[in-house]
């Protein structure tokens, strides 16, 4: 089955370049979008098993024999990066086509939009399957030029501005990543991650940790840890909701898979270790206070973005099986709650005419669906029982209490700290937009009818297209919003077996044998 492993990547690259051979044919472009990521989440899933059952699967791009060639190698741990990431950007790619619609394209362009958006699918998917350094590299350069289109989309002034500064902060941590790679050459004299392995371990201890802080430096700003993230609150509010749902769902956990990954296989118990915990708990308390002192719901949720990081170093700064293997379950988790929350968010935007909470009110009343849409992923952000994130938060606790360090303890308590105050901050979200009573600015029902038969001699100050941000909000953003609620609940449901994957993968990397052995069979030259 090795050969379905580059169809992830390859898949993608062949719908960008067909929808931009379609551009002028909207429809032709969506169904082709459509089709390809439909068939990507089928293809990650038929990985998933076969690596569950297999092992790793491993092709060598070009017919070009490792080391000499890129190899792409889909192990349990990209496997399940692979069907979360698939399946949230399928739902946020309806959603979008939803939205552009609805807003007669001027929000999402549709022949720019399918393009780009695809591009950044094949990004993400070669970052996760990558087994060499540089391609490691090209895949997050291919994902990081797509996002700059995507992320000023409509040229507004203060699209462009964020961008700005997103395109400089993106820059500079891949110029140190592709530094990193050159001084990790020059000491080994390769960048295939199984050759690494041998080849890292015989450096000195001190060239070994220099090497180390360029990488986690390169992806901690990738993967906006603290003090390396304040450049995320103020980039992605400023986005089309369906671009800021999948840049904080998939963009900064790209940054966490490259930091488990070269943790666990190249940099196994190093001594920056305590410096993971130390930057986890400053991450996940610092970020929750950033969010509690939000008035505006998108950059409320991109705080909250930044402080859960903190939860994924704590698992990996452990370095246990319980400890790595809850911080995978939490990636996934957290992929599909945050995408989630943001597209309910622009379903806010467009039923209340704001993300700013003091402008909002009464949309539980004015809207009971979008209500729900919005409080069942809100709960499971905040880890109540029994949703999946009091799972994986309860999994880190368990190996935080197992280690028993001062440091250990320090991150229980901090997690705690922060899933209480994340339950502030989603409650005091819910009392001001959704339970009080509504803002006389909102648009209501009767504002949307009387918009809807008026000829635009009697507007109201904020009329509402009744398909787009009045009464009625587009079924198709509805349904792929809802898609990701039933997602998060079902990974509730299926808690069980997915900590049975998330520990297997936790396992293999923890022993790095298996990932070497499906690269080298013969050993590593």
């Known amino acids: 089955?090795?050969?379905?492993?580059?169809?992830?990547?390859?898949?993608?690259?062949?719908?960008?370049?067909?929808?931009?051979?379609?551009?002028?044919?909207?429809?032709?472009?969506?169904?082709?979008?459509?089709?390809?990521?439909?068939?990507?989440?089928?293809?990650?899933?038929?990985?998933?098993?076969?690596?569950?059952?297999?092992?790793?699967?491993?092709?060598?791009?070009?017919?070009?024999?490792?080391?000499?060639?890129?190899?792409?190698?889909?192990?349990?741990?990209?496997?399940?990066m692979l069907v979360v990431s698939a399946a949230v950007t399928l739902c946020v790619l309806v959603y979008s086509i939803g939205q552009g619609t609805a807003d007669g394209n001027e929000e999402t362009p549709l022949s720019v939009y399918h393009p780009t958006y695809l591009v950044l699918t094949a990004g993400v998917c070669n970052a996760f399957l990558s087994g060499d350094l540089f391609n490691l590299y090209v895949g997050f350069e291919i994902l990081l030029v797509a996002s700059y289109v995507l992320l000023t989309l409509g040229s507004t002034e203060t699209r462009i501005r964020a961008g700005t500064t997103y395109v400089v902060v993106s820059l500079l941590s891949s110029l140190i990543f592709l530094v990193a790679i050159g001084l990790v050459y020059a000491a080994t004299g390769t960048l295939n991650l199984a050759q690494l392995v041998d080849r890292l371990d015989a450096l000195p201890d001190d060239l070994r940790l220099v090497l180390q802080g360029m990488l986690l430096l390169?992806?901690?700003?990738?993967?906006?840890?603290?003090?390396?993230?304040?450049?995320?609150?103020?980039?992605?509010?400023?986005?089309?909701?369906?671009?800021?749902?999948?840049?904080?769902?998939?963009?900064?956990?790209?940054?966490?898979?490259?930091?488990?990954?070269?943790?666990?296989?190249?940099?196994?118990?190093?001594?920056?270790?305590?410096?993971l915990l130390v930057v986890a708990v400053l991450t996940m308390v610092v970020g929750i206070l950033g969010a509690v002192a939000q008035s505006d719901v998108k950059r409320l949720l991109s705080f909250t973005l930044i402080s859960h990081i903190g939860y994924m170093l704590f698992g990996v700064g452990l370095s246990t099986s319980l400890g790595l293997s809850a911080a995978i379950f939490y990636v996934v988790h957290h992929i599909t709650i945050q995408t989630t929350l943001f597209l309910a968010a622009g379903l806010v935007e467009r039923r209340g005419g704001s993300t700013a909470l003091d402008r909002l009110g009464g949309l539980a009343r004015l809207s009971p669906l979008l209500a729900v849409l919005f409080f069942v992923p809100a709960l499971n952000l905040a880890g109540i029982p029994p949703f999946s994130g009091f799972l994986g938060k309860l999994g880190l606790v368990q190996a935080g209490v197992d280690d028993g360090g001062a440091l250990a303890w320090t991150l229980v308590a901090g997690g705690l700290l922060t899933s209480l105050l994340t339950l502030y901050a989603i409650a005091r979200v819910w009392n001001l937009a959704f339970w009080r009573a509504p803002h006389p600015d909102m648009p209501d029902a009767d504002d949307a009818v009387r918009a809807a038969r008026t000829d635009g001699a009697e507007q109201p100050r904020r009329a509402p297209d009744p398909e787009g941000s009045g009464a009625v909000l587009p079924r198709l953003m509805i349904g792929s919003t809802a898609a990701l609620v039933v997602l998060g609940l079902a990974l509730t449901v299926v808690a069980g077996p997915l900590f049975d994957i998330s520990t297997d993968a936790a396992d293999d990397l923890l022993r790095r044998t298996p990932y070497v052995e499906a690269v080298f069979p013969d050993g590593a030259p």
């Open 1 to 80: 089955m090795t050969w379905l492993v580059p169809l992830p990547v390859v898949m993608p690259l062949l719908g960008a370049a067909l929808t931009l051979l379609l551009v002028g044919r909207p429809r032709a472009q969506r169904w082709v979008s459509l089709t390809v990521l439909a068939a990507t989440v089928a293809v990650a899933a038929t990985l998933l098993v076969r690596s569950s059952v297999d092992g790793p699967l491993v092709v060598e791009v070009g017919g070009w024999v490792a080391p000499l060639g890129i190899v792409l190698v889909a192990d349990q741990l990209a496997a399940l």
């Open 218 to 275: 390169a992806f901690g700003i990738k993967a906006a840890v603290f003090p390396l993230s304040a450049w995320l609150p103020d980039s992605y509010p400023t986005a089309p909701a369906p671009v800021t749902a999948v840049f904080a769902g998939l963009l900064t956990k790209v940054g966490v898979y490259a930091i488990i990954r070269t943790e666990t296989l190249l940099f196994p118990g190093g001594r920056t270790a305590d410096l």
